[in-house]
């Protein structure tokens, strides 16, 4: 059974920083690219990151650009998401996801971990 | 950048009924649209992927068409389960971005 497991969230301080987790099982990690989508409380989706396969190739989106950092241990199957100068604004759960290639330019995001809830507030 | 306008933002049907939602391109995006399923409290759910194709093990009653800039989503017989929110995303290279989605309630 595939599995997306998110760590990490929790209160922050603007300003502050945070590195989320996404620790993952029954597939063969390094075969797939993988994601970060954020949800704001009672709003839509919005794309954070993405990473290739290999670690070799990543994307950001506007919404994060420069203050965030997407990287994966293939040894541990595990993604990461290193958040600095947090915002307000960037309150919100935060998604791991997957995509069925291992390149970044492929269409659709088959599984989906339940997510970590970040706060930001003083 | 490219915009997804999702309509309508919530609707509200019986069961048994079909109900479609839209979702506009801003440009012609091809077939590059997918849709999702967001239960309350849980993750959202692939439903479709590339306008039309519909994701293993989803029911057949939801189904996807268009291409371009137009597409639309059917539930052709709405069931209790399918209260959710449903968002289209299109995908192109590397970025992605999702409608608003569409709030599903059962009268």
């Known amino acids: 059974e595939v599995q997306l497991v998110e760590s990490g969230g929790g209160l922050a301080q603007p300003g502050g920083s945070l590195r989320l987790s996404c620790s993952v099982s029954g597939f063969s990690f390094d075969h797939h690219a993988m994601h970060w989508v954020r949800q704001a409380p009672g709003r839509g989706l919005q794309s954070v990151a993405a990473i290739s396969n290999d670690g070799g190739s990543t994307y950001y989106a506007d919404s994060m650009r420069g203050r965030v950092t997407i990287s994966r241990d293939n040894s541990r199957s595990t993604l990461y998401l290193q958040m600095t100068s947090l915002r307000v604004e960037d309150t919100a759960v935060y998604h791991c996801?997957?995509?069925?290639?291992?390149?970044?330019?492929?269409?659709?995001?088959?599984?989906w971990g339940q997510g970590t809830l970040i706060t930001v507030s003083s | 950048d490219i915009q997804m306008t999702q309509s309508p933002s919530s609707l509200s049907a019986s069961v048994g009924d079909s109900v479609t939602i839209t979702c506009q391109a801003s440009h012609d995006i091809k077939k590059y649209l997918n849709w999702y399923q967001q239960r309350p409290g849980k993750a959202p759910k692939l439903l479709i992927y590339d306008a039309l194709h519909l994701e293993r093990g989803v029911p057949s009653r939801f189904s996807g068409s268009g291409s371009g800039a137009h597409f639309s989503f059917t539930i052709s017989s709405l069931q209790p389960e399918d209260t959710a929110t449903y968002y289209c995303?299109?995908?192109?290279?590397?970025?992605?971005?999702f409608g608003q989605g569409t709030k599903v309630e059962i009268k």
């Open positions: 995303q299109h995908y192109d290279s590397f970025s992605n971005t």
């Open positions: 996801v997957r995509v069925p290639d291992g390149g970044l330019a492929v269409g659709y995001f088959d599984y």
